[in-house]
């Protein structure tokens, strides 16, 4: 594909996604971000990989946990609450992995991440 093409193509995918699976889409690259860094654990650039993992993770979260508190999210309560305590979760991994790595640490954040995503496709969940 010609890289204009392939510039427009990208152009209209990000005009004529949903708000889902736009949602989708994050969560799927943050657990691929965060399984890259599980494959190359040793290499010699971890630290800098995993960082920059952890923080992009970080980013969705606090905009779904924005998101979620609004005054005009239409989710029910429960929905809202359960979201956020899961989100609370998420940020406390998050900052135990930064502080004290380890590769087993980025599974529950993987499989969070790629379950909410297939939730939000409307599909069943798998390995990325």
Request: glycine share 4%; hydrophobic share 40%; with cysteine.
């Amino acid at each position: 594909m010609q890289p204009n093409a392939v510039k427009a193509y990208q152009s209209v995918d990000k005009t004529t996604m949903s708000g889902r699976e736009t949602e989708a889409r994050v969560l799927t690259q943050a657990a691929l971000k965060l399984l890259d860094c599980q494959r190359t654990w040793d290499d010699p650039d971890r630290n800098k990989r995993l960082d920059e993992a952890l923080r992009y993770n970080q980013r969705i979260w606090n905009i779904f946990q924005m998101e979620i508190a609004s005054k005009d999210n239409p989710l029910p309560a429960n929905l809202k609450r359960d979201l956020l305590l899961l989100s609370r979760f998420i940020d406390k991994r998050i900052f135990d992995t930064m502080a004290f790595p380890a590769t087993e640490k980025l599974n529950i954040l993987i499989k969070i991440n790629q379950n909410i995503a297939a939730g939000l496709r409307g599909s069943p969940s798998g390995p990325i």
